[in-house]
């Protein structure tokens, strides 16, 4: 079973962000410094706001360091706004995730309904919120219309419930007050340059990447290598982000690659591209997480998105880029380390 068909007679008013004011919330983090970039190139006005280092901000943006959780700060980020990329997270490993879920759970409820609330104080035109899979319950694939069948995944208990409240929070919006340019897009599993790489918190890819190049061996790995992730590259999510914008399906959409990769291929991918040889040690008495965790993509590729950058590929330009910048991974803002 697919997703369901995008008609184009279903599509509310295209959206062009030429010339347009734009926020971006998020907009130093990984899928916000592309995601920066394009909105750029369309000719669009760019604040961004968030706690990063000033650092990680596009000089041609304007910056706003900023604690979005409060109501003023978020009505103060909106102000003379056209449209609103909602791309606060909280993003970290399992453990950290399940060491801190009301860490988790607060802060991403707070800065998310916070910053919708003032976006339509603000009367901005339109307004992307990004969810994530973690909504979906354990599923061999992940389509869209499924997402409120079964509960979050006790995996991702946290995160998944607040950004379906986050969902619905932009479905109760549009009905009541009529707005009608809010989007919802779900990534799968995102990578890429500026990814988190502390090793206390960090995902699955940039804690690889970090330890194989670092030639830690033996490489200890939890579970047996099985599980299958879906895995995108940031640029590939930023631009089916501003495609869902444009085009302002009114549905949600899964952005991901589509692709089961199992945790092994990950690995001795990662290892191959650095040239260390270690040796790979799998502790089955460690979680796993859930078996399968992959996208449909059939609805975003009905609206003429395709990912463009394979795997191999992504991975050898997140490894490139760490291998020259580890001494910026220290500079983005770590809820984990700050809460």
Known sequence: MASSPLKTDHFRNPYSFEGKKVLVAGGTGLIGIPLVKLLLKKGAVVRIASLDDPSRTHPEAEFLRTDLTILDNCLWACQDIDYVFNLLCV?????????????????????????????????????????????????????????????????DKAAGWVKRMGELQAELYEKQYGWQNINIVRPATVYGPYDNFDSSNSMVVPALIKRVVSNEDPLVIWGNGSAVRDFIYTEDVAKGMLLVAETNPGLPVNIGSGRSTSIRELAETIIRLSGHHPEITWDTSKP????????????????????????????????HWYDKHRHETNKRWDIFNNP
């Not at 950290?96 to 901005?124: D, G, H, W």
């Not at 992307?128 to 694939?141: E, K």
Request: a negative charge.
């Open 91 to 155: 993003k970290g490993s399992p453990a950290a995730m399940a060491a801190s879920p009301a860490t988790v759970f607060y802060n991403m409820m707070i800065f998310n309904t916070q910053l919708l609330e003032a976006a339509k104080r603000c009367e901005t035109e339109g307004f992307l919120f990004t969810s994530t899979l973690g909504v979906y319950g354990p599923a061999p694939t992940f389509l869209e219309d499924e997402a409120w069948q079964k509960p979050p995944s006790e995996h």
């Open 288 to 319: 796993r997480g859930d078996q399968a965790r992959v996208l449909d993509t059939s609805r975003a590729q009905g609206l003429g998105w395709k990912p463009l950058v394979s795997l191999e590929d992504g991975l050898r330009e997140t490894m």
